[in-house]
Every structure is written in structure tokens, then in C-alpha cells.
């Protein structure tokens, strides 16, 4: 049973640039939630999908926006990037929306904005 | 909104010695409780959970961890570890309740365990 995927493993932008990051969730999931982990912090919720649309947002600007698609899967893009930014943005997918379904987190990718 | 905190970001013990970590939380309603494992190289795995009940739930590799709801706090231990366990460790913790699901984390420790 394949737990949840993320790709590209690492990326590389620069200043302004726009990027997209995947994930698959476990099989069985339905509801995908983002994070971003920045060195030597604990992670940060971005926002979670549950039937193709955003349930809940944390305190991200509108610059990182995503999508579900209708086989669970998800994407995470960022709009003009800062510095800032650089950070692993870990993917983590669920059974369901209730706060007792645990979450199961993907590898992560690297994002380093230059 | 729940945070987290949890203290001495770096611990460094030898084998056979016990851990004990702590986790403290602030938030007025019934949570949720979690600590998460990340072993070098590896993603974040979780390690136990604690919804309800006996405050005193017991997880994966001899962890266990104790709820103490007067003192917001949840601190996991583990009687004698192994160089296996050299590991960062996260409290996490959410608010009870459906579509509520979102972690809030905290930074989390690094934890060195010296043969």
C-alpha cells in the first residue's frame, strides 16, 4: 500500500517565479492538507482539500493557493516568490475532515527560492 | 486558534538513559493530542495519539505519553533508549470536533542518543 507521494523531491527558483508542487494522498484518503516547515520550526498548516474544494486556510497570504482533483489528488502553487519561502512544504492526506482522522504525511519537497 | 510549545530543543543522551519530553498546549476546548517522529532521512511518522480516555496511552518503539489536562500539557517518555531513537520529535495538537483536523504544531526536539 503505497503511503503518500510528493513531487519533485527538490526544487529551485528564483525571486518571483511561480511554482507547483504534487502530491498523491494514501490510498483510501480523501482529504489533503499542506504544511510548510521552514528550518528549525515545527510545521505550519496551509490549507486543507476535501471534495476538490479549500475547507480551511491558515495564515498564508493569497499567494499560495492549490487544488483537488477528483481523484484526491492535490497541488500546492505559490505566486511570486520571496526568499521567504524557502521552506518543505509537506503534503499530508487523511480519511476524513474529523479531527480523531489522523494524518499521514508524504516525504516533502524542498523548496529553496534564490 | 491552538499553539504549542515544547522546551530544550536539543537533547542529547546516552543509551539506556530515560527521555522524557515535554509538551505544553494553549487552547480552551477538548483537543486533540499527538507526537510525531521524524527519523533522519525519513518523513514525519506518528508515534502515539491521545482523543480520549485513559490519559495515559502508550505508542510505538516503548513510547508513551501522559495527558495531564489541569496542566495543559501532554510530555512524552520513554524509559530506556536505544541509538535507534536518535530522532526530532513534534507535539502536535488540534481541536476536537468534525472538519477540524488541522494540526497545529510545535518546534519541535532534537533528540541525539550517544552508543
Known amino acids: 500500500d503505497a503511503g503518500v507521494t510528493q513531487s519533485p523531491t527538490h526544487l529551485i527558483k528564483t525571486r518571483g517565479q511561480q511554482v507547483t508542487l504534487r502530491c498523491s494522498p494514501k490510498s483510501g484518503h480523501d482529504t489533503v492538507s499542506w504544511y510548510q516547515q521552514a528550518l528549525g520550526q515545527g510545521p505550519q498548516f496551509i490549507f486543507q482539500y476535501y471534495e476538490e474544494e479549500e475547507r480551511q486556510r491558515g495564515n498564508f497570504p493569497d499567494r499560495f493557493s492549490g487544488h483537488q482533483f477528483p481523484n484526491y489528488s492535490s497541488e500546492l502553487n505559490v505566486n511570486a516568490l520571496l526568499l521567504g519561502d524557502s521552506a518543505l512544504y509537506l503534503c499530508?492526506?487523511?480519511?476524513?475532515?474529523?479531527?480523531?482522522?489522523?494524518?499521514?504525511f508524504g516525504p516533502g519537497t524542498r523548496l529553496t527560492v534564490l | 486558534a491552538q499553539s504549542v510549545s515544547q522546551h530544550n530543543h536539543h537533547v542529547i543522551l546516552s543509551e539506556a538513559a530515560s527521555l522524557e519530553l515535554g509538551c505544553n498546549y494553549s487552547y480552551g476546548g477538548t483537543v486533540n493530542l499527538f507526537w510525531y517522529v521524524q527519523y533522519p532521512g525519513q518523513h514525519l511518522q506518528l508515534l502515539l495519539k491521545y482523543f480520549s480516555g485513559d490519559p495515559l496511552v502508550k505508542g510505538i518503539k516503548g513510547f508513551e505519553a501522559e495527558f495531564i489536562k489541569s496542566k495543559f500539557s501532554f510530555n512524552l517518555r520513554k524509559p530506556s533508549v536505544q541509538w535507534s531513537d536518535t530522532a526530532e520529535y513534534f507535539c502536535?495538537?488540534?481541536?476536537?470536533?468534525?472538519?477540524?483536523?488541522?494540526?497545529?504544531f510545535g518546534k519541535g526536539n532534537q533528540v541525539v542518543v550517544i552508543p
Open positions: 499530508a492526506s487523511s480519511p476524513g475532515q474529523g479531527s480523531t482522522d489522523t494524518q499521514y
Open positions: 502536535a495538537v488540534n481541536a476536537a470536533g468534525y472538519g477540524n483536523n488541522r494540526l497545529a
